[in-house]
């Protein structure tokens, strides 16, 4: 049982590379992209994995306030709110063979106030959701390359650009919520609006006219 660190918990939120053969190599330059130098060259610490501790330990560590929500999960109080950490929040649901897609993505990189209910996953590789939902979760089958998601830590999620393009082709209205994470992601994308419209033509056609028009409304 690993219990709350006692360290300084604002080390780099490093992407690491997958080991999972079946899958393709999820890139791991998302998170470093995002942080300044200096902030790169600290040592990692791995966030505890709360989900694992027993319930009356979590139980005890929230009544004492060690431990705060973080979207539908924990995280200690000693650690800020960084993609890394809230991506680890995720990992029960998540399980470590899905990637957090959509607004779940768009607000594990900061862009969104929640996570959304329920939180939006992808399979890697093609493979077929299960035929039972986990509750709470959605999980969907998206075509997603190597240089589409970034594994942090143990759990994975789409990167800045490929979330962006995902919330522009989504279908149905194009919401309030999902109109602001579009333009958080948009003002970091290194390469602008010329960078996303590439990723978009270079994407699926599905939806590609109505993607480029919310675009060109941002």
Avoid: N
């Avoid at 004492?64 to 993609?83: D, F, I, K, N, S």
């Avoid at 109109?179 to 609006?193: D, H, N, Y």
């Amino acid at each position: 049982m690993t219990l709350p660190q006692v360290h300084d918990p604002r080390s780099a939120d490093t992407g690491e590379p997958a080991h999972d053969a079946r899958a393709p190599e999820p890139r791991s330059f998302a998170v470093h992209d995002w942080l300044p130098m200096a902030t790169r060259r600290r040592p990692r610490l791995e966030v505890p994995r709360i989900h694992e501790w027993p319930p009356a330990v979590r139980s005890a560590e929230r009544l004492r306030g060690t431990l705060v929500p973080c979207g539908p999960g924990m995280r200690p109080v000693a650690w800020p709110e960084t993609p890394r950490v809230r991506l680890s929040a995720l990992a029960p649901w998540l399980e470590e063979r899905y990637v957090a897609i959509g607004l779940t993505a768009a607000w594990v990189w900061g862009a969104a106030r929640s996570p959304g209910d329920p939180l939006q996953c992808s399979t890697v590789g093609r493979k077929r959701p299960p035929a039972r939902r986990a509750p709470g979760v959605a999980v969907h089958e998206h075509a997603l390359a190597a240089a589409d998601f970034a594994r942090i830590g143990r759990e994975s999620v789409t990167t800045p650009t490929r979330t962006l393009c995902d919330l522009l082709r989504s279908a149905g209205a194009f919401g309030v919520e999902s109109r602001v994470a579009c333009r958080i992601l948009l003002a970091r994308e290194p390469g602008g609006r010329r960078a996303v419209q590439a990723a978009l033509d270079a994407g699926s056609s599905r939806h590609r006219r109505i993607a480029t028009a919310r675009l060109a409304s941002l």
